[in-house]
């Protein structure tokens, strides 16, 4: 190795990080510059890490209360599976069917061929079941109305509305969009949620061919990966990799500012309750700093080294999260409707209701993605979830036991069991702020100018599910181009960037 070589190690590994906070992009850009020699300090105001990544014990089975998968072509996640030691515990699954609750005919599956809830032709038989015979014609409209009247419409609800009506909108689309963005489809962008619809929309002139023309190739029921054990495993080994790399991980510590020093940063710290550790709070200086923590937080820190951050901070959406294990006859043969209509009846599924029919706002069959929860716990395993923007959750002022009890009547209305059957288990509440979704009208240009405005900042970083999007997958492999992009400054300075 050269001596320019030797000197530019030296540089690196004697280079001091500080992450601000310990979801899973703050611990995963943490691992980036530990695992080349740099010395990292973790501060997570908390009092434990993995941010949204969490798991609980439920009857006697760890369950993963939020992430439980990511997408077979999430290279990243997979990636970093293998780097910490859990490749062979990676496991296939399906994601399933979806159904649509509160139709006045009964629960139905969405049809296969659907894009983000649009259907390619409304006259199929299981779309019609969905939205009735009226509904049908007025979505035939679009078929008929002229190439002319086409545009670049780019708000996802008033597309629909204009091209398919509103019961298409209302039945198909916006319960997806609700129970997956929390947001309504009016709010939601084109380009961000089905990526090429506008164009193909433009050179087939009616939407559902667009929608067939995009949906050539895909699979019908796309591949989702796990680990064994719970996906919330990532954590607990990235924190013991951290430990053996030496990183000095404070949780129980908020970072309260970040100031630049002669070309360095100088991160100031307090301790957020009488538990964490007693340590020297002084200032310390660092070489780089990445912030790993949501929006206001980022934008907190961030602004005051930052000239051109500008505003754009989005009231998060309030999500409460019900897991429950229960035990029911029903449940054992249990799909939302007719059970013989997906031919499997021990098919995974999502359910989303119609908006306004339900008080919760989705349901995920945990248990028949993941066969051996029920195993663990005797029973079946659900997710039902609670809040959307603009609508706070309906568990919100009520003690856990109050919770439970309305989610279980949610879950056996979304299911259409009768409640007096089920017995309960075991259960966990579990409450978070979702960043506005990176599928949001206007998101895009706001988190481009946030990346641009930091990037141009030497030695600073940011990450985390406000700017890279909300799934694991996007999470990881945005930390780790953070990271990358920020060591990179480290070694070259401002020609890195």
Request: with cysteine.
């Amino acid at each position: 190795m050269s001596s320019a070589s030797n000197d530019l190690a030296s540089h690196v590994q004697h280079a001091r990080v500080a992450v601000v906070g310990g979801g899973i992009a703050g611990l995963v850009a943490a691992l980036e510059c530990a695992k080349v020699g740099s010395r990292v300090t973790v501060f997570e105001a908390s009092d434990r890490l993995g941010g949204t990544i969490a798991s609980a014990r439920i009857a006697g089975a760890e369950v993963d209360l939020t992430a439980e998968g990511f997408p077979e072509s999430a290279t990243a996640v997979r990636a970093l599976a293998d780097e910490l030691g859990l490749g062979e515990d990676v496991v296939s699954t399906r994601v399933g069917d979806t159904w649509i609750a509160g139709l006045p005919s009964g629960a139905a599956p969405l049809p296969r061929e659907t894009l983000v809830g649009i259907p390619q032709n409304p006259w199929d038989e299981s779309v019609r079941r969905i939205i009735g015979w009226s509904g049908a014609w007025r979505a035939y409209v679009d078929r008929l109305r002229p190439p002319l009247t086409i545009g670049r419409e780019r708000s996802l609800g008033r597309l629909v509305r204009s091209r398919m009506g509103e019961r298409v909108l209302d039945r198909m689309v916006a319960p997806l969009s609700l129970g997956v963005y929390g947001i309504h489809p009016d709010e939601v962008d084109v380009d961000a949620a089905a990526p090429g619809l506008s164009a193909a929309l433009t050179r087939t002139a009616s939407l559902g061919a667009a929608v067939a023309d995009l949906r050539v190739g895909m699979p019908a029921d796309p591949g989702l990966l796990s680990i064994r054990g719970g996906v919330a495993r990532l954590v607990s080994v990235l924190e013991e990799r951290l430990a053996y790399l030496e990183t000095d991980v404070r949780t129980g510590e908020r970072a309260v500012s970040i100031t630049a020093d002669r070309g360095r940063w100088r991160v100031a710290s307090e301790a957020t309750s009488d538990a964490a550790p007693d340590r020297d709070r002084e200032p310390q200086i660092f070489d780089a700093v990445v912030v790993a923590t949501p929006e206001a937080e980022s934008r907190r820190l961030l602004a005051p080294v930052v000239p051109r951050l500008g505003s754009g901070s989005a009231e998060p959406t309030p999500l409460e999260i019900v897991t429950l294990a229960l035990e029911s006859p029903e449940l054992d043969a249990a799909t939302p409707g007719d059970a013989e209509s997906t031919g499997s009846r021990a098919a995974a599924f999502t359910v989303y209701p119609v908006a306004g029919t339900h008080r919760a706002t989705g349901l995920l069959a945990l248990s028949r993605r993941h066969p051996e929860l029920t195993e663990a716990t005797g029973g079946h395993v659900l997710r039902v979830s609670f809040g959307t923007r603009g609508d706070r959750p309906a568990t919100e002022g009520l003690d856990d036991a109050e919770a439970f009890a309305l989610a279980v009547a949610e879950a056996s209305a979304l299911l259409g069991i009768d409640p007096g059957r089920v017995r309960l288990l075991g259960a966990n509440r579990w409450r978070a702020e979702l960043p506005r979704p990176a599928s949001a009208i206007g998101r895009a240009e706001v988190n481009a100018a946030a990346r641009h405005a930091v990037a141009g900042v030497a030695g600073l970083g940011v990450a985390g599910a406000w700017l890279s999007g909300p799934g694991l997958a996007q999470v990881v492999l945005d930390a780790r181009e953070e990271a990358d992009r920020v060591r990179r400054t480290i070694l070259w300075g401002d020609a890195a960037v």
